[in-house]
């Protein structure tokens, strides 16, 4: 490699992290790197709920940017429901829908049933373009599973993010397990190649946290404007330690905790500056007693109802904040 081509890579290396002001490089790993959650999880519709699952589903939508125009695969890992990660009762017997959606309906800023947030909501409207059942299956077991290829064009155009909007629907068709799994959107088939620009988002995040004390999980909420409070609702928290909420603006708010199977909820105030950019919730374990296989699901609204989404890679990055956060109790919702 000559010397002109090394300064020429290094300058790339340096301007491409910023050139795209929102958007960062590595940002299709769901869950994203910087949240530290080891998986998403989608339970059968014959389990309980508190198991940790209240509606047996998981949708989240992929952002590709305009300026890709090659293709691009949705690549799933462990899109079984067996052997290695999952979450047995009794035996195996869940069978697991993933599909991906494109084309018109799929927008959620356009078509808000595709959110899917409701019940009685069409969260499968647009045209879809891959899907399989997944059960038992060993020779996905702890593997990967790739959708497509797909051309970012089948997607539904979104202005606002400049990119093309894909949807996974992820839905516990039978069976009482639950199904762990992960995401990676991949300019590759057998292999994690990210696109660069692209994100992905939920409007309500099903996950798992670590079975270890230490670990802190995140998630980031983007806040639009107009904003002024949100609404924060968990549930089947298992009362795991605390959560807190943390911005550039905020030293830390602590929120109420839910217990086993049952949702809790606060409201946050938004200052002007927090507009435009991320909120990090975090999320610390009990220390002591181990709670283990601890899943938990999150929503947001606005003052207006709107529900928040949670990007897999913050908007405009994490937020940092003062390291010495101080704890005040957020008021209840009148
Ligand atoms: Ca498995
Ligand atoms: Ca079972
Ligand atoms: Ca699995």
């Given amino acids: 490699m000559n010397c002109k081509r090394i300064i020429f890579i290094t300058l790339l290396l340096i301007i491409l992290p910023v050139s795209r002001p ?146 996974m629907v992820v839905e516990g068709l039978s069976g009482d397990d639950g199904n762990l799994y992960r995401f990676f959107m991949s300019r590759e088939a057998e292999s994690n190649l990210p696109v660069e620009g692209g994100n992905a988002f939920t409007y309500k995040y099903t996950f798992r946290m670590w079975n270890d004390f230490k670990s802190v999980a995140h998630i980031y909420p983007y806040v639009d404007s107009g904003v002024v409070w949100i609404k924060q609702r968990n549930f089947d928290w298992d009362n795991d330690g605390y959560i807190v909420v943390v911005s550039r603006y905020k030293q830390g708010i602590s929120l109420s905790v839910s217990g086993e199977n049952d949702w809790e909820e606060d409201r946050i105030p938004i200052e002007a500056p927090e507009i435009g950019s991320s909120l990090d919730f975090q999320f610390h374990k009990a220390q002591g007693a181990l709670v283990k296989n601890n899943n938990v699901v999150v929503t947001l609204e606005s003052q207006r109802g709107d529900a928040l989404p949670f990007f897999s890679s913050p908007i405009g990055g994490v937020p940092v904040y003062n390291p010495k956060i101080t704890v005040r109790k957020a008021p209840k919702p009148k």
């Fill in 22 to 167: 929102g958007l960062t490089l590595l940002a299709q790993a769901v869950p994203g790197k910087e949240e530290n959650i080891p998986f998403l999880v989608t339970f059968g519709k014959d389990a309980e709920t508190s198991w940790g699952y209240d509606d047996f589903r998981q949708i989240f939508f992929f952002t590709i940017p305009r300026e890709y125009t090659g293709q691009f695969y949705i690549r799933v890992f462990d899109p079984d429901v067996g052997g290695e990660h999952d979450e047995i009762r009794g035996d195996f017997d869940t069978r697991t829908f993933f599909g991906v959606y494109g084309g018109k309906g799929v927008d959620p800023d356009v078509n808000q049933q595709s959110r899917g947030l409701n019940k009685g909501d069409n969260y499968r409207e647009g045209t879809l373009l891959a899907s399989r059942v997944f059960g038992n299956e060993a020779r996905y077991d702890n593997k990967w599973f790739s959708f497509g290829p797909f051309n970012p064009t089948a997607g539904d155009f979104n202005g606002k993010w400049n990119s093309y909007i894909f949807k």
